[in-house]
């Protein structure tokens, strides 16, 4: 089991940034990979970054290459993403997900919202 807590959403304006946090317990030695997702409402949940345990593996989702960093301090059992240049459609619930393989996401946060205004 791991237990993933998010936090650092909150209300910016665009072009503004954030930086969202992930904290990991439990059984973190299994979290091979690390991902952040968004759901917007009235659409599906998607992929945002990856990153593998090593940090040398990173993955970003076309619409926020450029903009978001996804890193990972294992030593604190964290994931970060930097979140800049917001735009309005960045509007969404930010998700943490754990993957001993990549693809498979069996641990999910609880979410945090993040609100970018015109």
């Known amino acids: 089991q791991v237990n993933l807590a998010e936090s650092g959403g909150g209300l910016v304006q665009a072009g503004g940034s954030l930086r969202l946090s992930c904290v990991a317990s439990g059984r973190t030695s299994i979290s091979s990979y690390m991902g952040w997702f968004r759901q917007a409402p009235g659409k599906e949940r998607e992929f945002v970054a990856r990153?593998?345990?090593?940090?040398?593996?990173?993955s970003y989702a076309d619409s926020v290459k450029g903009r978001f960093t996804i890193s990972r301090d294992n030593a604190k059992n964290t994931v970060y993403l930097q979140m800049n240049s917001l735009k309005a459609e960045d509007t969404a619930v930010y998700y943490c997900?754990?993957?001993?393989?990549?693809?498979?996401?069996?641990?999910w946060g609880q979410g945090t919202q993040v609100t970018v205004s015109s």
């Open positions: 990153i593998s345990w090593s940090g040398g593996r990173i």
């Open positions: 997900a754990s993957a001993q393989i990549m693809g498979n996401y069996r641990y």
